[in-house]
């Protein structure tokens, strides 16, 4: 069965310094696919990155980065130099691609506050 | 289009009524998904259309649910005999392929 688990339910940091969201995830399938959402205060999910199974290249987008590693099942976001705008839930999700309806099972979420 | 739209944004109904919300999904996409999120947790998948046809639909939807999508444009979701259990935030989302697209939600209060 597919299952996310996001074991941080809340993090605080001052603002610049950088913070880790830790992803772990269950499937039985080869082939799946990892995202990673925001969810800001006004509550609409926003897409941050999908990652292929069969990619376990790291990926750097500005401030963001995030770690795929199969050999621990997990996919690790990391946020460097920090910003009160990134104040948000981050919800890790998994989707098994040989599924017909690539439903997306989601963790529970991580709350992160950044404090000014 | 710029994304996909919900209404109503906020509803709030007695136990026991009947209440509709709409999804209006980005017009080229053929998937549209409904999820349901309560407070504290991850959203929860519900059901999913492939153009106008239900493909599938979780455990989680009883008898009372009920969702349509009239030639595989917008969606409805129907909620019959409202429970409080049934207080909610109902997120629709749409996609060409894997990876979606959210709307802003339906947040349900049931009082």
């Known amino acids: 069965a597919q299952k996310v688990t996001q074991a941080q339910t809340e993090i605080s940091v001052v603002e610049k310094e950088d913070v880790t969201l830790d992803c772990v995830y269950e499937?039985?399938?080869?082939?799946?696919?990892l995202f990673w959402y925001k969810q800001p205060p006004s509550g609409e999910l926003v897409f941050l990155i999908r990652?292929?199974?069969?990619?376990?290249q790291n990926e750097i987008s500005g401030r963001y980065s995030w770690n795929f590693q199969k050999s621990t099942s997990s996919f690790n976001f990391t946020i460097t130099a920090s910003q009160v705008v990134d104040s948000a839930v981050y919800f890790c999700?998994?989707?098994?691609?040989?599924?017909?309806?690539?439903?997306?099972?989601f963790g529970k979420g991580t709350r992160l506050h950044i404090l000014p | 289009d710029t994304g996909v739209s919900q209404d109503p944004r906020h509803k709030i109904t007695k136990r026991g009524q009947n209440v509709t919300f709409r999804c209006d999904p980005i017009?080229?996409?053929?998937?549209l998904y409904w999820y349901r999120q309560t407070l504290g947790q991850g959203p929860e998948f519900l059901t999913y259309?492939?153009?106008?046809?239900?493909?599938?639909k979780s455990r989680l939807l009883s008898d009372r649910f009920s969702a349509e999508r009239p030639k595989g444009s917008f969606s409805t979701l129907e909620i019959q005999r409202t429970e409080q259990g049934d207080s909610a935030m109902y997120l629709c989302?749409?996609?060409?392929?894997?990876?979606?697209?959210f709307g802003s939600g339906t947040r349900l209060t049931v009082v």
């Open positions: 017009s080229e996409h053929n998937r």
């Open positions: 259309f492939q153009n106008e046809a239900q493909l599938e």
């Open positions: 999700a998994l989707s098994e691609a040989g599924g017909r309806d690539d439903k997306i099972i």
């Open positions: 989302a749409s996609s060409p392929a894997v990876g979606y697209t």
């Open positions: 990652r292929n199974s069969f990619d376990e």
């Open positions: 499937t039985r399938d080869t082939t799946y696919y």
